[in-house]
């Protein structure tokens, strides 16, 4: 197969874990015969340096010609400033807007090696394998009336949330049908006590439960969610959840795996082109130390090869040379050792 790939490597530690990911990909394209034709872009914050803006048109239109992005992290300090006019967040939202990539997919696996690094007592980690799908380009995020005025003599903030039924069908969906293939059990997080949104959610969520009889669908609201996921979280297999929800589950989640730099995400939509990133930042401190975490990168790159190429069998080799790396002690900085980030990639490379 020939793929073309845009990279993404943006600020911080990556350009660090992207370089790895190219690493990994090319010892799977010489391994499977396939070719993978890589384009690199400036996204982030030294976009705004180099050209001006966070995400350049001309880049957006490579990311939407490409079969697939691979994107490091954006973001650090030096463009904090939030009265700025562009800022690295704005690019991120305007990719997966222009993608029209409507779900994020973060799978939680609790690896039994690394069971110590996480904060959770051991007995409750036990089992943990969940995906987490966060509805990603509507909501209070992109709603408008959004901005601030003086209303009555005082300073006003006003954001939206807002969700049109579609949106919500399409991310419910996707979430009944990867549920297929797993323990066959959704869980749908919203706050139908409160919101109207919230109540729109439920109410389309019951229809998709009705289509999909086979699996179980089940209604928690965010505030149970959150005290779930440290209290059951094995009882639990496919989430999913609106944007701002999701935002904040996913964060919470990924501790539970030990360490931030261990978690993979795919951006998935109704076109083809998918955007795969770790979950964490930019990581501005320990950014040039070479001593990033590479794993949820790498994998990104096999979530890519699964949803944006259907090579499953690479896919799958990726992960089994992590797990087979961690079995065997490996371990970077984070999670208590003493590998760069280049040594992590090496050992993973060579178990393939
Ligand atoms: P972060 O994820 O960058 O870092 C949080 C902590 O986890 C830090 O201590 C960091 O050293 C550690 N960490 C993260 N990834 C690691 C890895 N691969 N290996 C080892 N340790 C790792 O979150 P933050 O510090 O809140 O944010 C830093 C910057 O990143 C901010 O500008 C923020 O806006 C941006 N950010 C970007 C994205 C993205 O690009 N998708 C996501 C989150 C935050």
Redo the contacts with the bound molecule.
């Keep these: 197969m020939k793929a073309h790939i845009v990279l993404l490597p ?5 350009p660090e ?1 992207v370089s790895q990911a190219v690493r990994v990909l090319d010892a799977i394209a010489s391994q499977f015969r396939h070719e993978f034709v890589y384009q690199e872009r400036l996204m ?1 914050g030294c976009s705004i340096d180099k050209c001006g803006s966070s995400l350049t048109d001309e880049t957006l239109a490579d990311c939407q010609a490409a079969d697939a992005v691979l ?7 030096k ?2 400033n939030p009265n700025a006019k562009d800022r ?2 704005r690019g ?1 939202l305007a990719l997966r807007k222009g993608l029209g990539v409507f779900a994020n997919l973060r799978p939680v696996k609790v690896h039994p090696a690394l069971i110590d690094a996480s904060p959770l007592k051991p007995e409750k980690l036990q089992g943990v394998d969940i995906l987490v799908i966060r509805e990603l380009t509507g909501g209070l995020y992109f709603g408008w009336p959004k901005g601030r005025d003086v209303k009555d003599g005082r300073e006003r903030a006003v954001d939206t949330l807002e969700y049109y039924d579609y949106e919500i069908r399409r991310v419910m969906e996707l979430a009944f049908k990867l549920a297929q293939g797993r323990q066959r059990k959704v869980t749908s997080v919203d706050k139908a006590n409160v919101l109207e949104s919230s109540r729109l959610w439920r109410q389309i969520a019951v229809q998709v439960g009705a289509e999909n009889p086979e699996i179980a669908l089940e209604h928690v609201l965010v505030d149970t969610a959150a005290m779930r996921l440290i209290t059951g979280p094995a009882s639990m297999d496919v989430m999913v959840t609106e944007n701002m929800f999701g935002d904040i589950l996913t964060d919470e989640a990924s501790v539970l795996a030990g ?3 261990m978690l993979p995400s795919a951006s998935l939509g109704a076109g083809r082109v998918g955007l795969y ?10 950014a040039g130390k070479g ?4 794993i ?2 790498i994998l990104s790159t096999a979530m890519l090869l699964r949803h944006s190429l259907g090579l499953e069998t690479e896919a799958v080799a990726i992960e089994k040379a992590v797990d087979d790396t961690i079995t065997a002690g490996a371990r ?3 999670l208590g050792g003493k590998l760069t980030t280049t040594q992590m990639a090496d050992e993973i490379i060579r178990r393939f």
């Design positions: 943006g600020d911080g530690i990556g874990v982030g994107l490091g992290a954006v973001g650090g300090p463009w904090d690295p967040e991120l360490s931030m730099g990133e770790p979950i964490h930042g930019s990581a501005p401190d320990i001593i990033a975490n590479p949820g990168m970077t900085a984070d």
